[in-house]
């Protein structure tokens, strides 16, 4: 088969263009990407020395393109990770996120309509379902849980879920639809808190935490996260929509104090700093319908995936220092030059 993999010079897309390889050498894999500041083509380094791997620069919103890499490529599958995808960002500038988010998933599934696929799977997020009260921990996201959105990136993933089931209904375009927890691992932008946090520590630099750092987030190992999608595009069926997560919940403090032992670093590096807007309380996934339609089960363990993780960040100093030497300082500068410190 062969598999268009949008987002794939990105965190997650990048992982799953491993795990595809490795998994299924029958398959062709092609990634689309637009190479926005999240990606990075030397992450897809050892994927370019693979025979069944394509790497396409080209943006999801561009209809030209979009039906050059059809009409070239004749994609069976289409797994949709292409996003802006920082919280963060978007509460700077919500524009981008509708245009690729939302009009790029209404681009891609209107040449699949055009060409015919036997699957378009939207890479979703729980952030579509809002948040739980911290002080309800019997509370979990189902399939069935209300969208209810906090930030401009989770209504623009929120608004494609919705245009993916109106593409499935009206047009019976065969589509799947994943939201899954928040994801660790190899490849993950320095912009987000785990990789943030470690690489702050190694430079001894503050580690800024937002409000309190009570604020709960479902972390799954990444590889979990691309075996899920594995088993949704190929034996899920058409019109599914499935939640991923291990029940890892862990408050953001804990997750910093945590990366600091490892490192082997002082907790005196904590700062607490202005909370995000709208700040979302708790995410909590309930994975049982994934684990009893299609079997699927989380092989990482937070203890030890961290663990990895860390020691991939301390053996790839050179993929970090890349990403963090260019536009990245200005970034860091804007979003956290201005946060005041809090007691
Ligand atoms: P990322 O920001 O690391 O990567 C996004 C990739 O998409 C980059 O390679 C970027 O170049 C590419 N891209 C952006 N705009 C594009 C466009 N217009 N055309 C083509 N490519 C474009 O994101 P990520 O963390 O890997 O997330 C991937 C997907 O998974 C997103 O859809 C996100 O909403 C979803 N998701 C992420 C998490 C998480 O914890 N990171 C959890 C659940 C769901
Ligand atoms: P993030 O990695 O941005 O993922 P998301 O907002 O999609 O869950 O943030 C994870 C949590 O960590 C979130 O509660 C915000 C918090 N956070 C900080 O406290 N400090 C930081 O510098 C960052 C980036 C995030």
């Not at 939640?243 to 804990?254: L, M, P, S, V, Y």
Request: contains cysteine; hydrophobic residues 35%; charged residues 25%.
């Amino acid at each position: 088969m062969n598999i268009v993999v949008t987002g794939g010079a990105g965190f997650i897309g990048s992982n799953f263009v491993y795990y595809e390889l490795a998994h299924h050498p029958e398959d062709k894999i092609i990634c689309y990407d637009a190479l926005t500041y999240a990606g990075n083509l030397e992450t897809l380094d050892e994927a370019m020395k693979n025979d069944n791997f394509v790497f396409i620069k080209g943006d999801i919103t561009n209809r030209d393109e979009v039906e050059k890499l059809f009409v070239e490529q004749k994609p069976d599958i289409v797994v949709n990770f292409a996003a802006e995808s920082h919280v963060d960002r978007s509460i700077e500038n919500p524009d981008i996120f509708l245009r690729t988010n939302i009009l790029g998933t209404g681009v891609l599934m209107d040449a699949c309509r055009k060409h015919g696929i036997k699957r378009y799977h939207q890479v979703s997020t729980d952030e579509v379902y809002g948040d739980l009260p911290l002080d309800r921990p019997d509370l979990f996201f189902t399939e069935t849980t209300n969208l209810h959105t906090s930030s401009p990136y989770s209504a623009s993933k929120a608004s494609a879920d919705l245009l993916v089931m109106a593409y499935h209904r009206t047009y019976g375009l065969p589509t799947s639809i994943s939201r899954c927890s928040n994801n660790y691992g190899p490849y993950h932008f320095p912009e987000k808190l785990i990789p943030l946090m470690i690489i702050n520590a190694l430079h001894d630099k503050k580690l800024p935490v937002y409000g309190t750092g009570e604020n709960v987030r479902d972390w799954l190992y990444v590889e979990d996260h691309c075996s899920a999608i594995d088993l949704i595009i190929r034996k899920g069926k058409a019109g599914d929509l499935f939640n991923i997560g291990g029940h890892n919940e862990k408050r953001n403090i804990d997750v910093v104090k945590i990366i600091l032992k490892a490192l082997g670093k002082p907790e005196s590096l904590i700062e607490h700093v202005t909370d995000r807007k709208g700040h979302d309380r708790r995410y909590a996934i309930d994975p049982t319908k994934i684990r009893e339609a299609l079997g699927w089960q989380p092989a990482t363990k937070f203890e030890d995936g961290i663990k990895k993780t860390i020691d991939w960040y301390l053996t790839h100093r050179s993929w970090w220092e890349h990403v963090i030497s260019g536009d990245y300082q200005a970034y860091y500068q804007k979003m956290y030059g201005s946060r005041e410190t809090i007691e």
